[in-house]
């Protein structure tokens, strides 16, 4: 691997992202202390926050911490990415934080942020065969399923109307101890806490009524493409005509169909 001094190394990120780092002046050892800081801080909160969005403001104290060059955490944050990418084979991809699409909120909303998830860059077969847990691929049903039928509702969802169809598949918000999944509401929630949705309350004439939306994770591309691939297959569509729009109907067995297409 080439070598390169903290100058160098400044140079190059310059031309690469378009910042001007020249004030920075730091060793490239420190600065690679820092980045394998962010490296090990993005893996490890990952695994202990089952995949939970990192703020990027989370990354930026890291450095902040003992240094106050101002364009210092846009440049160890840019080379940890690289890091992911080369040597643990994900990609460090940058979220910003959605906010629910209505303005009738019983709270105000918050503030718009942004946040980093890793992903693998394996193969869907690859990861399938060697990085998958057998395990824990349930949550990954439990997700799938969830945030297809709030597509299939239009990207909005009452909760009620929600657990109206989770209930066809033998999940009641009231169990606590499902076999799989554990908690229900709390595997529910989680989807909010890992950002494949968001919840918010709104006003109505009979009352307060919660809505889920499908929140930054869900809305990305490598979540959003799959999902409407797959619901392409079953209900006989082009995935560039599954979009956020379609009204999810039940017919009397509980299968879902857009048109006249059934699940």
Not at 133 to 152: K, M, N, R, S, Y
Not at 204 to 231: M, W
Request: hydrophobic share 35%; glycine share 6%.
């Amino acid at each position: 691997m080439k070598k390169h001094t903290a100058e160098q190394f400044i140079a190059e990120m310059m031309a690469y992202t378009g910042e001007d780092f020249s004030q920075i002046d730091i060793s490239k050892e420190e600065k690679d202390k820092l980045v394998s800081e962010v490296v090990r801080y993005m893996l490890f909160k990952t695994h202990q926050n089952s995949g939970c969005p990192i703020k990027r403001e989370e990354l930026t104290q890291i450095v902040t911490k003992n240094y106050r060059q101002r364009a210092l955490p846009a440049l160890v944050i840019n080379e940890a990415k690289d890091k992911l990418s080369s040597i643990f084979g994900y990609e460090m991809r940058e979220l910003q934080r959605s906010r629910p699409s209505t303005t009738n909120q019983s709270q105000p909303s918050v503030t718009d942020s942004k946040s980093y998830v890793i992903i693998s860059k394996l193969s869907p077969e690859g990861y399938g065969k060697y990085v998958e847990d057998t395990e824990t691929c349930h949550t990954t049903g439990f997700t799938f399923a969830v945030i297809g039928i709030v597509h299939l509702a239009g990207g909005k969802i009452a909760e009620d109307s929600l657990w109206h169809h989770l209930h066809r598949l033998g999940l009641n918000e009231t169990d606590e101890s499902h076999p799989i999944l554990g908690n229900l509401k709390q595997a529910l929630e989680a989807l909010v806490q890992q950002r494949y949705l968001q919840k918010n309350k709104v006003n109505g004439p009979e009352g307060n009524t919660l809505f889920y939306e499908l929140a930054e994770r869900a809305l990305d591309q490598s979540v959003n493409q799959p999902l409407k691939e797959y619901i392409s297959q079953i209900v006989n569509k082009d995935a560039a005509a599954v979009e956020i729009g379609e009204e999810l109907t039940l017919d009397s067995e509980g299968r879902a169909f857009t048109g006249a297409a059934k699940l």
